[in-house]
């Protein structure tokens, strides 16, 4: 049963989902070692090939793209808690191995396994797999990603041809079958593109992919990519130009590099790589002098502003678009954002937002308003509450903007990348948890595209310290703990509520947004938050001193024992502030009792409008108040919230009642 994207087990469904993750996890255990065992390869492709058409068949009748979407009677389930690194070797120190090296639950450390992909792709909501060939042909292996599937808008197994796997990890799926597992994306290179769909049927390797195309070749390829809105082999094509011109040493000055670096930046603007799309920007500008030059470093500078807009860095942007203006005065594009950059730097300096413009867009800009961060009038410190908490750095009236924040990353549940999962967390007693499988993806997805915005991440608060706190990087590519990025979105997302008709907690709407994360819980806190779109308002529910510090209510349930386990379970501790220690006094049969008028009052308000309401119905009302106010003892209360009664303090206030 679900409410509020809540899911509420049976003890025995429960028990039915903590047997099988323990049960697969000693299973992996007991194999532990175990030499690699061959397949019969027709039969594993086989079963690769009818799982692929199965799926293509089923999203043809249902209209859909893609992995299918998850059953309306089903949610996803997998246990975690047995986290290990990415690789940060380099891969020219990894020592090459065979699949017939491969011993199972095993992390092969310092190897690195080289593999071509034999079958077409399995796509599955919360994994991938495909058939890949060792050696030989009759060396074939499973190889699994888990729920990070996903590079460029496009499959990481249909994107490559061959593929290195770093450090491989062999180990049972959680069907029981022994597969390479993938749980971070960087742990898996694809040594050569893909753009053939059929390149999987044929068996022999020398009749692969070849890229021995010229530079100008590579930017002729590249465009036709672009056009055909393959961005992915765009980015490919005029990566492998960069690298043909640096092997043959080519002049620095040269305009094929400054094309290939332009054009390149245009594609990681298209892909949301922000980070590239300024780098490569700023790497084609040719400072040269005649009108043509000037017009192109013009377009550099716009995609420069473009990305750094999108990242927020909004001074940077402005740089880049005045530098466009000064190539090309009267340019309408620079001068509009511009204009936008203006708003945004009063929106940071003063917190003064247009509310409603922002409301009208949301249709538009689905769900995420232009604004910017409203952060000056807090800080982020140690906390006596628990690690680092989010502090005010003046005094802040009561019902004042206390800081605006954009999410981070949101996922809304009317798109394709929100799901839910259960996950059964072997390091906690086995709890179980309903998880946001499809923000933890989009923030790792993000992570990866954009390094730059990886340490802010990194810096909150998770169980699992992983790499540290600090941006990796090898062999070129952002290497993100996928475990620890997991125990982040875990202890520090905020749920949206429901968006649309058909959301429920199998596509519930969440987000992540950086400095809110930092407010440490209470029941008595002295802030509120408020959304629009994915824009969070924070305001004072009380006058707050410059030094104190800023806290919320996770949790606003007036059930005092319902309240702490879902502070335990959701977020790891259990609440000691004055109101609960209060109501923890009160005793099992006082709450109990509390509990039962607070949902008799939640029936009547459900039943009962207050406009027009009659004598009959207010008295009632006033009864069921009274009744609860019974509960509380006005003495220890005393300055307390009864959170019981807001409901039906509400109800009369609206019916026009003291």
């Known amino acids: 049963m679900a409410t509020n994207n809540t899911v509420f087990m049976t003890p025995e469904e429960s028990g039915r989902v903590q047997t099988t993750v323990r049960d697969l996890i000693q299973k992996r255990r007991d194999q532990r070692g175990q030499r690699w065992t061959p397949y019969d390869p027709i039969s594993l492709i086989r079963e690769a090939t009818s799982a692929s058409l199965l799926q293509d068949l089923s999203s043809a009748a249902f209209g859909l793209g893609g992995a299918p979407k998850q059953s309306q009677d089903t949610i996803i389930a997998y246990g975690i808690g047995d986290p290990y690194l990415p690789s940060i070797a380099k891969l020219q120190d990894l020592v090459p191995m ?156 040269s305009s094929l590099k400054h094309d290939l670096y332009r054009n390149r930046s245009h594609v990681n603007l298209i892909l949301e790589r922000y ?80 509310m409603d413009k922002a409301l009208r867009s949301l249709s538009k800009t689905k769900g995420r308003p232009d604004a910017a961060d409203f952060v000056r009038r807090t800080k982020v410190k140690r ?63 993000k992570l990866m595209k954009n390094s730059s915005q990886t340490e802010k991440v990194l810096d909150l608060f998770g169980d699992y310290e992983g790499l540290g706190k600090k941006p990796c990087e ?72 410059a030094g104190e510090e800023i806290m919320h209510s996770y949790d606003t349930t007036s059930d005092y024992d319902a309240r702490m386990e879902a502070l335990h379970l959701t977020w790891g501790f259990h609440c000691s502030c004055r109101l609960c220690v209060v109501e923890a006094q009160d005793g099992p049969a006082v709450r109990k009792k509390r509990l039962m008028l607070d949902k008799d009052a939640d029936l009547f308000i459900e039943r009962t409008k207050p406009a027009g309401a009659g004598i009959i119905s207010v008295n009632r009302a006033k009864r069921l108040r009274r009744s609860i106010e019974e509960t509380y003892n006005e003495k220890r209360y005393k300055n307390l919230p009864r959170r019981a009664l807001v409901g039906i303090e509400q109800w009369l206030q609206t019916a026009g009642c003291r």
């Open 98 to 253: 065979k699949l017939s090296d491969l011993c199972m639950e095993t992390h092969h450390r310092g190897r690195v396994l080289s593999l071509r992909r034999v079958s077409p792709v399995v796509e599955m909501k919360s994994s991938s797999w495909a058939v890949f060939q060792g050696d030989s042909q009759n060396e074939v292996e499973r190889l699994e990603i888990f729920l990070h599937t996903s590079k460029h808008g496009q499959n990481i197994l249909n994107l490559g041809f061959e593929f290195l796997v770093k450090e491989p990890y062999y180990t049972l799926n959680n069907h029981g079958q022994p597969t390479i597992r993938i749980d971070h994306p960087s742990d898996l290179i694809f040594s050569t593109y893909n753009y053939d769909p059929e390149s999987w049927r044929r068996r022999d390797r020398s009749e692969g992919l070849k890229w021995d195309y010229t530079s100008v070749e590579c930017k002729e390829l590249g465009n036709t990519a672009l056009y055909d809105k393959n961005y992915a082999m765009a980015l490919a094509h005029y990566t492998e130009g960069l690298r043909v011109l640096m092997m043959q040493g080519d002049d620095s000055s």
């Open 275 to 354: 980070d590239g799309a300024i780098a490569d920007a700023l790497e084609s500008l040719t400072h040269g002098e005649d009108g043509s030059q000037k017009d192109l470093d013009a377009k550099a500078y716009f995609r420069a502003g473009t990305a750094a807009y999108r990242l927020s860095n909004f001074g940077d942007a402005k740089d880049y678009f005045n530098e466009q203006l000064k190539l090309l005065p009267g340019s309408r594009l620079a001068s509009t954002y511009l204009k936008r950059i203006e708003v945004r730097e009063h929106e940071m300096s003063d917190g003064v937002y247009d």
């Open 383 to 445: 906390s006596s509450v628990s690690g680092k908490g989010l502090f005010a750095a003046e005094d802040i009236k009561t019902h004042d903007i206390i800081m605006c924040e954009k999410a981070f990353c949101i996922v809304l549940g009317n798109e394709n990348e929100a799901f839910s999962a259960l996950t059964c967390d072997v390091r906690d007693d086995a709890a179980i948890r309903v998880f946001s499988a499809g923000l933890h993806q989009e923030v790792v997805q």
């Open 474 to 545: 090898r062999d070129g590519i952002p290497v993100v703990d996928t475990f620890q990025i997991h125990d982040i979105v875990q202890r520090n997302a905020f749920g949206v509520g429901q968006q649309s008709e058909d959301e429920g907690y199998r596509n519930a709407s969440t987000g992540l947004w950086i400095r809110a994360s930092y407010m440490n819980h209470s029941c008595i806190g002295n802030a509120k938050k408020e959304l629009v779109g994915d824009l969070m308002v924070i305001r004072a529910t009380r006058r707050i001193l």
